[in-house]
């Protein structure tokens, strides 16, 4: 069956070299049962030609406001009536700031003002410019108005770099589109990293994740939910990169990737130690671990008898493994983690600035359906220059992206 019988596309295409892939698209699209009707950005025609776009549509391209000959024949309100779905492919960074502000100042983005059709983009630009805080706020603004983000992938870009900012390959977005019609869902869709994406290679990734244990006498202890997902997402993540992985861990259930030197602990105080030996020479530590603030003064021996209604711990701070590694001589470039019930923003950059991080990667726990024991999250990352939102998505798609956004924002700092 045609998944897109009947279904009508405004195809948007907009000035970035993944124009040239669009004729396929069209097709494809046609394959599926889809009318086509392709709207060209003045930079797009730099690409790509509206003769081919017309031939492989089998429509008129429309790509001016202004003509009247053009608007006679289906104008801009006409098409944004006319869809049920506004795609556009690529979606240049100047693009999506224009969507994200409300402009009309082309027949695309005119259009896109005028439809009340749902709107999926799919971004293609270069990775800096797609990490870029300005770009960030306009996708988080875009996406928090319902548009649907489809990608991007990462990988080789033309202009020499690698990383996120490549448009999804055609047979992606056709299938995301198919997904669309069937599902009618929302979707942000950062494209995982391949795994032959071998960018960390010769680097050191410590990570710690779990929780800690203190022990309150020989059979009872002090510790809290977090299962390790996160962490282990983030060193599965690290190895399919190509990094060395040591991984400390403190007590869960769920199995350590394959490859990792996994390091188990109980107590903060072994983490710490463990942590500080590890991270000497390592290039990236990431503190993922839940440690508990406070451990008893005092382990009982014995078992602590049950007596008086009401009893007290006399509990110590433990020390801070991350603020320590973040101390040291030859530091390595070190991600620690805020993991908040409100006000997220200045408390996560509280602790950037006192604990001498260079990236701090908040959740807020108490979101529904993310953060600890959950199998999804949503991070807002913080780091010297910048800010970078990574919406709710697996806990393995989050890892893969901060990961990108580490080794980034690291190596701008190396170099
Ligand atoms: O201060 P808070 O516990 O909120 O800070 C969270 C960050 O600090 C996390 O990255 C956590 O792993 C790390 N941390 C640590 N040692 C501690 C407490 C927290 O490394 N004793």
């Known amino acids: 069956m045609q998944i897109l019988q009947n279904k009508k596309i405004v195809l948007g295409i ?14 494809r ?19 790509i ?6 031939a492989v549509s089998a429509n008129s391209v429309s790509d ?15 098409l944004a009536k006319w869809a049920d779905l506004i795609l556009i492919a690529p979606a240049t960074a100047d693009t999506i700031a224009r969507i ?39 996708i988080t603004r875009l996406s928090n108005r319902q548009v649907n983000i489809f990608g991007p992938g990462s990988g080789a870009q033309a202009c020499g770099d690698i990383g996120l900012g490549r448009m999804l390959d055609v047979s992606e977005l056709v299938e995301l589109t198919c997904q669309f019609f069937s599902e009618n869902i929302t979707r942000h869709t ?49 190895l399919q990169a190509g990094a060395k992985v040591t991984l400390i861990s403190g007590p869960v259930t769920i199995s350590p990737p394959k490859n990792c030197d996994l390091i188990q602990v109980d107590s903060a105080q072994n983490m710490h ?38 009893m007290q711990l006399n509990l110590i701070k433990n020390p801070d493994i991350v603020a320590d590694v973040a101390a040291l001589t030859n530091k390595p470039f070190t991600v620690g983690f805020a993991a908040e019930t409100q006000d997220i923003e200045h408390y996560a950059l509280g602790k950037l600035q006192r604990k001498n991080l260079d990236m701090i990667a908040a959740n807020n726990v108490a979101a529904p359906g993310q953060g600890f024991n959950s199998e999804n999250n949503a991070l807002t990352v913080f780091y010297a220059d910048g800010k970078y939102e990574i919406p709710l998505a697996s ?7 901060l990961v990108s956004l580490i080794q980034q924002t690291y190596l701008k700092q190396v170099n």
């Not at 202004?66 to 006409?78: K, N, R, S, V």
């Not at 005028?114 to 805080?133: D, G």
Request: charged share 20%; glycine share 6%.
């Open 29 to 47: 699209l046609k394959d599926q049962g889809a009318d086509v009707r392709v709207v060209m950005t003045e930079g797009a025609k730099a690409f």
């Open 14 to 27: 907009t000035g970035g070299i993944a124009a040239y892939k669009t004729p396929e698209l069209v097709r």
């Open 64 to 78: 001016s406001l202004l003509d009247t000959q053009a608007e006679l024949a289906m104008g801009h309100i006409e």
């Open 395 to 401: 806990k393995q798609n989050v890892a893969q992206q």
């Open 273 to 310: 130690k463990k942590a500080l030996n590890y991270s000497k020479n390592a290039t990236v530590f990431v503190a993922c671990a839940a440690v508990a603030d406070y451990r008893m003064a005092n382990i009982a021996e014995q078992k602590i008898k049950k007596s008086a209604d009401t």
């Open 190 to 238: 950062q494209k995982e990293q391949q795994p032959d994406q071998q960018i960390l290679i010769g680097q050191h990734w410590v990570i710690t994740a779990g929780p800690t244990r203190e022990a309150i006498d020989p059979v009872r202890y002090i510790s809290n939910h977090s299962s390790g997902k996160m962490g282990y997402a983030i060193a599965e993540a690290a």
């Open 100 to 138: 994200s502000h409300g402009m009309a100042n082309d027949l695309l983005t005119t259009i896109c003002l005028a439809t009340t059709a749902p709107i999926a983009i799919a971004p293609a630009m270069n990775q800096q410019m797609w990490h870029a805080q300005v770009t960030q706020e306009n």
């Open 49 to 54: 030609t509206p003769l081919t776009l017309q």
